[in-house]
């Protein structure tokens, strides 16, 4: 059959209709949340409860990157500040500025989508690549090293000094807006160059739209601070709780403050398996800051990430930066990752539960990474080589999960994990890592899924 025909509709009705647990299905999936109807409760209760035999200290409150998407910045930050809270007892809801990063981070994404235009200029406009460039341009999202370049080039502050504003809360106006000016500077690149202007002249066309991309943003976002006085109180509660520094660049704000996080010296482990394990990968056309390294990973087996992850919380007591697939089999009230919580045969009948492997998600688009969090604890049962599950510290507010924080099983990690970013002083005496971090990175496609930058919104997380 290649057409779908009346008597095959009228077949397949008369069949449905025929059981009636089809109708109690469709009764239930027609007035209530699917993802309440699919739930199997005893899974549920013997496997999600907020307790962990791993767990760091100073866990800061849950943080709310509200509708925007920060997560990866929000993810970065909420590690920095773990050791700021330990450092200098501050107060559990303190917070570094998280639109400070954004703001650098859409500067220099400017420079660089122009300087990709401008190295593209002899390609087909209708290419895949150009057309993967121009397709979004300016997004919330991005990655591990992304965060290294902005961070190391240009500092970081407390929240108090550097304060969200409207459209770092909300960006969808911004990017929309921005995206628009991007695409028309990108238009009259390309149109110079096919008149035969030099890469000189087009650089300096640029120039142009530099200023006036920095006096967008400044009007979105304020004027990030120069030098800044940062003044807290400690819990500690005594006659010495205030203190007070002063005269304080970002920069040094970063070398003083967090100078216990060595952001250099971190590594970005992955887990693909379509690649090759032991191996270095880089995307092309995958960065922000022109002349600093893009996106380097290396892919090893599902469990030297959980290895890993699981040793810098035990042993550094310190939480993990992540990447994953949030979406999938995700409980967002209860802010719960399991693979196994949802029953789709119970409803839909045999077959009905997804079946495809890890693998054949990212080949065929069914999954990629869309989040960025942390790890904060796990739960090791006496003798098992990993944990049962582990806590996440996520960025959308404090109303739902354990107080904002949300419970991931260990089967989900094995599915929908991607992505984790641990010190690289743990490979010292790791040959085949150490060996495969000197070598030279394979280089994907700007389109492959492993160039997928984590940007989900609070916004449209239900139900993916």
Known sequence: MDVLTKSFIE?????????????????????QDPNKVLQRREHQRENHSHNYSIKV????????????GRCWIFACCNVLRNKLIKEYSLA?????SQTFVFFYDKFERVNYFLEQIIGTKTEELDGRLVQHLLSNPMNDGGQWEMLVNVIRKYGICPKSVYDD????????????????????WACL???????????????????????QAHRILMIHFGSPPEKFSWTYHNTKKDENSFHRMDNLTPLEFLEKCCNGFDIDGMVSLIHDPRNEYYKTYTVEALGNVVGERGSFYLNVPIEVLKEY???????????????????????????V???????????????????????????????????????????????????????????????????????MTDTW?????????VRASFFDNDDRIKKALAGEPVILPAWDPMGALADEPVVDCFGR
Not at 11 to 31: E, K, V
Not at 57 to 68: I, V, W, Y
Request: a negative charge; charged letters at 30%; proline letters at 2%.
């Open 11 to 31: 077949s397949s009705m008369a069949d449905f209709a025929s059981n009636q647990i089809n109708t109690l299905a469709m009764n239930c999936m027609t007035t």
């Open 57 to 68: 200290k100073n866990e800061g409150k849950a943080t709310s990157q509200k509708s925007s």
């Open 92 to 96: 559990d809801d303190f917070e570094l």
């Open 165 to 184: 504003a409207w459209s770092s809360t909300s960006s969808l106006r911004f990017n929309r807006y921005m995206t628009t000016k991007l695409r028309e």
């Open 189 to 211: 690149l390309r149109k110079s160059a096919e008149s035969g202007k030099s890469v000189e002249d087009l650089r300096e066309m640029k120039q142009d739209f530099l200023v």
């Open 309 to 335: 992850a699981m040793k810098t919380l035990r042993d550094d007591k310190e939480p993990v930066w992540f990447g994953c697939d949030v979406g999938k089999s995700f409980n967002r009230d209860k802010q």
């Open 337 to 407: 990752m399991d693979d196994k919580q949802f029953d789709y045969e119970l409803v839909f009948g045999a077959g009905a539960n997804p079946s495809q492997n890890k693998e054949d998600r990212l080949r065929y688009g069914q999954s990629l990474m869309t989040h960025a969090m942390v790890f904060t604890g796990c739960d090791l049962p006496e003798g098992a080589k990993f944990p049962t599950k582990w806590r996440v510290e996520n960025s959308w507010g404090s109303e739902t999960g354990d107080k904002g924080y949300a419970l």
């Open 413 to 421: 990690f094995d599915e929908y994990m991607y992505q984790v970013v």
